[in-house]
């Protein structure tokens, strides 16, 4: 079964309930950021990485299905991203997209095509 883009995999190890702000964000190909926020919502489940001086005051949006992994104790969350696919995301401002259906609709579909996910269109889902 294709996991929802909007929920972690039952393979990344996340601890329920665990606060992931402040844990250091690794892509495939290096450092991305820190969370600054983050949800644990049931298929609507997602990080908010601020991404210091990599892209200077910006923030991205990662859906949970991006995580692979967490480490509790090197306060790590690796993603199966690289900088670049993060970096062409759709731009996220936090006042205006968390709450957007269509910027969540292109996110997840950015992130669940066959190019830069695992399925179909919006999230991958596959029925």
Same mark, same amino acid.
């Given at each position: ?38 949800? %644990?919502? !049931?298929?609507?489940?997602? $990080?908010?990485?601020?991404? =210091?001086?990599?892209?200077? #005051? ?41 709450? %957007?259906? !269509?910027?969540?609709?292109? $996110?997840?579909?950015?992130? =669940?095509?066959?190019?830069? #996910? ?10």
């Amino acid at each position: 079964m294709t996991e929802h883009v909007w929920s972690y995999k039952s393979t990344a190890g996340r601890p329920a309930g665990a606060d992931l702000i402040g844990y250091r964000v690794e892509a495939t190909d290096g450092s991305v950021g820190k969370v600054a926020k983050h949800s %644990d919502e !049931a298929g609507d489940a997602y $990080l908010v990485v601020d991404t =210091g001086t990599w892209i200077f #005051g910006k923030e991205v949006l990662l859906p949970a299905s991006t995580v692979v992994s967490v480490d509790t104790a090197e306060r790590k969350v690796f993603v199966d991203r690289t900088r670049g696919q993060i970096k062409d995301a759709p731009t996220f401002h936090r006042d205006t997209h968390l709450a %957007d259906p !269509a910027y969540r609709e292109r $996110l997840g579909t950015y992130y =669940g095509n066959g190019v830069h #996910g695992t399925g179909g269109p919006f999230g991958g889902r596959v029925l």
